[in-house]
């Protein structure tokens, strides 16, 4: 019984002592907030302009991969489709001579 009530009496204190932070914490945000007004900054421009370039850049860095995933695609259905090449060796069409292609025309 009396080790129960030790433990309720220090586990209450302990939470006397959170509050008390808690309460000291709120205190210095508010008197933080108070002295800085953020209509003041002269950096939030810049701050504002750097965001707006950020999730540009993200953007863009988005719309690049899905450029490069299309180009991929598009180069594997190309190799696909294209017919075999023979080695990069050089196929030699004979052309009929002029005098045959005269008789062909006629």
């Known amino acids: 019984m009396k080790l129960a009530l030790a433990v309720l009496l220090v586990h209450g204190s302990l939470f006397f002592q ?3 932070v808690n309460a000291e914490i709120s205190q210095l945000v508010q ?3 108070a002295m800085s ?3 003041d900054d002269k950096l939030a421009p810049f701050r504002q302009q750097a965001a707006i370039i950020a999730r540009k850049k993200e953007a ?6 899905e450029m490069h995933a299309r180009v991929a695609a598009v180069d594997e259905e190309l190799q696909v489709s294209q017919p075999p090449q023979y080695g990069g060796a050089f196929i030699v069409f004979h052309l009929p001579s002029p005098s045959r292609l005269e008789r062909y025309t006629k």
């Open 31 to 33: 008197r933080h907030l």
């Open 37 to 39: 007004n953020p209509a």
């Open 60 to 65: 863009t860095a988005d719309q690049l991969a």
């Open 18 to 20: 959170i509050q008390a």
